[in-house]
């Protein structure tokens, strides 16, 4: 079974570009999680959805960052404008609302802005 | 705010012996634990979960929960040098069982 696949799975931009990051969730998981990683701040929650709908953004740092799901098996989460301080490995996880709750983990975006 | 504590290591232990990686938690409506290990340059990957106290076993690995004490641990039996990674630990709440609260990991490296 194919695991969350995340694209790109490297992204170098400029300050001031617009970076979009994309997640395909595990399919018949209805919660997605983005997550971003970095040595000074550890693991982030940044927003969740559960059933498409958002639940929580209460992580997201800033207006600059925004996440969509339009439909069970595809979400962005968008940086506009990049910043150097940006720079991080964004994970996109999925799982189920009932049951284990256990979340799966995609192989990430590394994103690097100069 | 839920802290997640861990013990930043690095741990270190020789091949054969066993891995005690520990994580204790601050809010007591904490309802589900789960362990994961992150090798360098990779993404987190579900070893184990456990939802009640006691042991629960999985080859190697052993998880351990004690909510009175607000702890969980991980045992690793006859660690190998593939075991080497930093280990995170996760909590949620009873009124959110989706959102995980991850501690910031523990780096264990098994010497050959």
């Known amino acids: 079974d194919a695991g969350v696949i995340q694209s790109p799975r490297h992204e170098v931009t400029e300050m001031g570009q617009e970076v979009t990051l994309r997640c395909k969730p595990i399919?018949?998981?209805?919660?997605l999680f983005w997550y971003r990683q970095t040595m000074m701040r550890g693991l982030e929650l940044l927003i969740y959805?559960?059933?498409?709908?958002?639940?929580?953004d209460s992580g997201m740092p800033e207006d600059r960052f925004s996440a969509k799901m339009p439909n069970a098996s595809f979400s962005t989460l968008k940086i506009q404008p990049s910043e150097p301080r940006d720079s991080a490995v964004y994970f996109c996880?999925?799982?189920?609302?009932?049951?284990?709750?256990?979340?799966?983990f995609g192989p990430g975006t590394r994103l690097t802005v100069t | 705010q839920k802290e997640v504590e861990q013990n930043s290591g690095p741990l270190s232990v020789p091949e054969g012996a066993i891995a005690s990686l520990n994580c204790t938690y601050s809010?007591?409506?904490?309802?589900?634990f789960f362990w994961y290990r992150q090798y360098s340059g990779k993404s987190p990957e579900l070893i184990m979960s456990?939802?009640?106290?006691g042991d629960k076993e999985d080859g190697r690995f052993t998880a351990q929960l004690n909510k009175a004490s607000q702890y969980v641990s991980l045992l690793i039996r006859d660690s190998q040098p593939s075991d080497s990674a930093t280990y995170l630990c996760?909590?949620?709440?009873?009124?959110?069982?989706?959102?995980?609260?991850f501690g910031s990991g523990t780096k264990l490296n098994v010497k050959p």
């Open positions: 959805f559960n059933n498409n709908v958002p639940i929580d």
């Open positions: 399919s018949g998981h209805n919660s």
């Open positions: 809010d007591r409506g904490s309802q589900s």
């Open positions: 996880a999925s799982g189920l609302t009932q049951g284990s709750y256990e979340q799966y």
């Open positions: 456990i939802y009640s106290n």
């Open positions: 996760a909590v949620t709440v009873i009124y959110n069982f989706n959102k995980f609260y």
